[in-house]
């Protein structure tokens, strides 16, 4: 940059436009910034925050965490700064929000785009594509509706838009990276177009002391005010980054300085309370030599310990073996005892079974007489056929009882009666045939070895007679079936049934008939007494107490009957257990006599294991009562719980009088060990010995903590010369660390003056209004200068430690120039410089003068300060094209307006202020153009809440020259003739 027209050398860098979608309160707005321009609308619209968005771009930042250090986004109405969030969802409210900016440079033209990037809390992205505005705006706005307001284009979204910007050109980039925006927005490499081509602002160099002081002149070109410490800041932030190497940078840590101090102090301070204490460990020296030659009685005593503890374990072990002796003989006697006793319990048992089987023997005897003389009275007829007789009979009775007892029942029973003669007649005509066939019987047909096993499963087989001799066919099938049963003992195996043998019955056809005989006579007669009953009803209670009884007398045919078939069984079973229980009665007396004999050995060997037992464990209760002492002595000095023995006490020396004499020996080591201890603490209290753990102050520290607080206390008097060649050596360090620290006072103090009077040299010949004479004051705190004067007057250089004085000085400076702030008390340039100030003088006057300038002369020398600070940042021969954002543009003089406005094109600013309706129209007039952004509402905004559109150009006033000199591009079709 430079006042003059720029030469062909200058490289112009400029920003063109202003872009934002659904964003500060404003649907779409779109505001050129390449000249002067005054934005017109209603108070609270968001005009400022219009041009504050500018930050957005202009620094390499990618979220508003810590908004307020990186954007400055100030709250005028409330006298504060706005929060993260507020300044983030002001911006970026919606995934509709964009903000977009036109620059140019030596590479040619090119829009930065911001968008909200949900990836993470309070982020935005960055865009950035080569090409003019023009060719963006169908992707954010819809200008072809009828009242050329324009509407939303409904599917903008960020993947679209990147999708359409990389289709636009290879070159277009996405970047969130601080560091690779840092080397984009500020790349000086004016020779290399693709370096370049996104710079807006190149710097001379891009160290991060040049880019914190970019950022100030940023915020001071967005917030120009006549009195504002900013101006201060921005002052310490360029000398800081003027200096040339970046070790110059001042950065005084004055707490560390003072803490570095304190350390020497108190390590001088601690060694000559050691060297005071000497004589107190020489004789603590003495003490303890004496003391080591004593120490060998706890290792007596460890020794008696282990050997009272071994001495416990053998007759431990002793004792469980006799007592194992003693309860084995015991154990072995109680089974012999068990075993006698559990033989008297199986003797009584098969006493008790042999009397069970007497008693059955007896029952089956009973049951086999009273069986063989109820199937003595049937003959030849097998069991089962007795059975169904006797069943008959006795239901036959049954119903002649309930006839009895019944005329209904009669009836029945009449009838029951009739037909069974009839059954019993064709009975009687059925033996009748089978007597006639009784000669061709299968018994009389087949041999005894074919017959017998037949007869064993039912005697009828045999008695069946087919009429006639049997075929061979026939007679061999039969003979063939009854070798499949095997014989045995008692009748015939059917493979695992067994089938007792039969004796041969042959049939008595004429008892047979004579029973059926009987039977029909049976019948005649009851019917007879059933149908007669005129006569018989007086005899009725005897006939049914005759039939009761008959009914019984079959009921125990019928029982006696059942038993009988397993009577023989019962008897042969019963009569072996018997004999088995007898056998083995005899055994078990013998074992019996056996187990007493043992019984009597066993008593004898018990007796001889209870002596024995009894021995040892007095021995034992004698070595416990020794383990009991020991404890006690243990819990007199703790500290002998942790000595150990080289080898324990042998077994057989372990005595009470062994005791006796070492417990004395402890007794008078205990007595010298305290004196130590004494000692010991006394170190401690007095600080040279540090005890962090607190081993010495218990009831009684262990021998190694004794031992090596003494080796740590005679270390620390034997190092004590080296300790203070050391000190020195850190002394002189320290010292030529104040010497540096002094240096860095007086140059960064003289440094300052340098700088002021740069930029004073810089001022000469500048002339604002009617000031021929413009001097800039750098004011430092005075507490800073006092300390840079007190710095030079101590003298560094030696071994010894600066006085007290200096020190006390340098923390009454601390306090006064701190105050009560927390953290670190870092000294650094911006804390040094306090303000700024300017001495004027006007043409006829002799002197420079203090008093202030009016708002608007105190603007023009802060612009021509902050002109020539943005030099010092940037490369040189650079022109810049840069919106000026002037708040108390009312307060300017309007008599000064044009020379303002003269200057500020000159120096590469475009001067852009916010108002309403109410300024005045010569300020308008001045200016040359002004944008109405309050009038035009859309009815398709991206959002409800915002509603407000502008765009197509400024309006203004041409004041002679040519439209096109500050027209918007985007209006030159106004510029075209009407056809008329």
Known sequence: MSDSQASAST??????????????????????????????????????????????????????????????????????????????????????????????????????????????????????????????????????????????????????????????????????????????????????????????????????????????????????????????????????????????????????????????????????????????????????????????????????????????????????????????????????????????????????????????IKQAEQNQKDGELLVAQYGEMTLQEIADIQKEELEGKRGHLAALKSAAQAEIRLEQIQRKKLELERQLESLKDRESKQQWQLQNQLDEATAAPLRAVDPRLMMASPGQDLDADSKATIEAFARLFAPNDHGFDWFDTEYQSQQAWHTNFAEQRHHVEGELNGLEKERSELADTTNQEHDRPKLIERTEKEIRAIEKDLETLQRYPVAATTLRDATEEKQAAEEQLAKLDEQARLEQEKQDALQQKAARARAEKDRIEERERELAALSKSVGTVEHRFPHLKAVRAEQPLDIERVSAAAFDDLQSQLDDLEERRRNILDHLRQFVYLGIHEDSDGELQKDSPTSSVIRETFKSLSDLFAGMAERWSVLEQQVGIHNETVASYRQALKSNHEHIARFEAQLNRELDGVRINDLVEIRVDIHTDPKFRNLVEEANNIDPYGNQLQSDAFYDRLRVFVADFFGEQGGSKRLTMDKVITGISYRTRKENAANLDKKGQSTSTTALINLELVYRLLKRVLYPGVQLSFPMVLDELASVDISQMPSLLERLRKQGFNLFSAATHSASAEVIYLIGRHLEVGQMRTARPYSKERTLVFWGGAEGFTGGESLSHWADHTQNSLLEPADE
């Open 11 to 360: 490289f112009n860098f400029g920003i063109r436009r202003l872009v934002l979608v659904d964003s500060a309160g404003f649907c779409y707005v779109e505001i050129p910034v390449d000249n002067h321009g005054l934005i017109l609308g209603p108070g609270n619209l968001g005009k400022s925050s219009l041009l504050n968005s500018l930050r957005l771009f202009l620094l390499p930042e990618n979220n508003f965490k810590n908004s307020r250090k990186k954007f400055a986004f100030r709250n005028a109405s409330a006298g504060s700064f706005y929060t993260n969030e507020e300044s983030y969802q002001h911006y970026f409210p919606s995934q509709f929000s964009f903000l977009i900016m036109e620059a140019e440079n030596p590479a040619g033209t090119h829009c930065q785009v911001l968008y909200r990037d949900n990836a993470s809390q309070l982020s935005y992205g960055r865009a950035f594509v080569p090409v003019s505005y023009d060719r963006l705006r169908p992707l954010f706005w819809n200008g072809d509706d009828e009242d050329g307001i324009g509407q939303a284009v409904p599917e903008l979204s960020f993947s679209r838009l990147s999708e359409a910007l990389k289709r636009l050109s290879k070159d277009t980039k996405l970047v969130s990276d601080p560091a690779k925006l840092k080397s984009m927005l500020y790349s000086s490499e004016l020779m290399n177009a693709d370096a370049v081509r996104y710079s807006v602002l190149p710097l001379g160099e891009s160290d991060e002391r040049r880019v914190q002081s970019l950022r100030t002149l940023i915020l001071l070109l967005f917030e120009m005010k006549a009195d504002d410490q900013a101006m201060a800041n921005a002052v310490a932030s360029i000398i800081e980054a003027d200096k040339k190497f970046a070790d110059d940078a001042f950065d005084f840590n004055i707490d560390d300085f003072l803490n570095r101090h304190d350390q020497l102090k108190q390590q001088q301070s601690q060694l000559n309370r050691i060297e005071k204490e000497r004589p107190r460990f020489e004789k603590l020296n003495r003490d303890y030599q004496a003391y080591q030659t004593l120490l060998r009685s706890q290792h007596d005593f460890a020794a008696f310990r282990d050997g009272v503890a071994n001495a416990l374990q053998d007759i431990g072990a002793k004792r469980r073996v006799a007592l194992e002796a003693y309860n084995e003989q015991n154990e072995t006697l109680r089974h012999v005892l068990q075993t006698l006793k559990k033989l008297e319990q199986e003797e009584s048992g098969l006493k008790g079974e042999i009397r069970s089987a007497d008693r059955r």
